[in-house]
């Protein structure tokens, strides 16, 4: 199996798309990508804009080539309504009915009259010769009750390797999330963190004691071997300060916590989180 993160906040941009092939298929997870439209009272700088044109084109370039496209929730980081790559593929979405918020509703009612070939996945297997795709019931997008609606998960199987694609559960910070991710024992997860830069005003600081702990829970009782933590976390500056404890536990195991940049041996670039900075000209 081949894994490769297209995107990611940790490369730039908002974004969990990914690349997963194996000998019975290509496919492409949640293939867009977004700025934060303000972030400290300020506008996406002009690095940034460049940033997501240049993941754009790489995603574009690798969904073209899929044959399934998956959609875990119908937020623009995770999915682009106006891209005209999903033409004759097989498009694994969301529930568009079930498990979703208004927002998302509305814009799925306009997005899912576009493809050709749709079906629903929360909760679903689709097996692909001795390629298993096993999408999660829906979880929240967040902590429990999230106003922001619910998500699905992606369980890739092939042979005795699985790799595991949270979309964003946050955290986790539910543990129906948490239990669902234990059970499936994947060997790579690629887990949206906690969203740590709202704790103190929008959500309270216990959620990131939660989070640490569930992930914690996660590296002791699966046989993962490579964490990558990105998404929410990385818009952080201070992220790898408020995950210590589980940068801790997973060296105490063997294993390896790293975000999506690392991962695929590219050079971090936290643009969001540093966006003051860049308008300053005091980072690239």
């Given amino acids: 199996m081949k894994i490769k993160i297209l995107a990611a906040d940790s490369m730039g941009v908002r974004s969990m798309a990914t690349w ?3 000998k019975d298929l290509k496919i492409a997870i949640d293939p867009s990508a977004a700025l934060g439209p303000s972030r400290y009272g300020l506008d996406p700088h002009p690095l940034e804009l460049a940033e997501l044109d240049k993941r754009k084109g790489i995603i574009r370039k690798y969904a073209e080539k899929a044959d399934v496209i998956t959609i875990s929730h119908y937020h623009y980081d995770h999915y682009d309504p106006e891209e005209t790559f999903y033409k004759h593929k097989l498009v694994l979405v969301k529930d568009w009915k079930n498990k979703i918020n208004h927002s998302q509703k509305s814009r799925a009612n306009y997005f899912i009259p576009k493809l050709e070939n749709v079906e629903i996945a929360d909760g679903k297997e689709f097996k692909f010769g001795k390629t298993l795709l096993e999408f999660s019931p829906p979880f929240y997008h967040g902590p429990e009750n999230s106003k922001l609606g619910w998500v699905v998960s992606l369980l890739v199987k092939e042979g005795k390797t699985k790799f595991l694609h949270t979309s964003d559960v946050q955290g986790p910070l539910v543990d129906e999330t948490t239990e669902w991710i234990i059970e499936k024992d994947p060997d790579t997860i690629f887990l949206c963190g906690c969203l740590t830069y709202f704790l103190g005003w929008r959500y309270p600081r216990k959620l990131l004691d939660i989070a640490n702990q569930n992930v914690i829970r996660i590296l002791e009782e699966t046989r993962v071997k490579t964490l990558i933590v990105d998404h929410h976390l990385v818009r952080d500056k201070h ?8 940068y801790e536990k997973a060296q105490e195991l063997g294993k390896k916590v790293v975000t999506g940049a ?5 050079m971090e670039r936290f643009l969001e989180a540093y966006r003051k900075e860049l308008w300053k000209g005091e980072y690239e």
């Fill in 239 to 246: 992220f790898r300060e408020k995950i210590k404890p589980v």
């Fill in 20 to 22: 997963v092939e194996t």
């Fill in 262 to 266: 690392e991962f695929s041996g590219e």
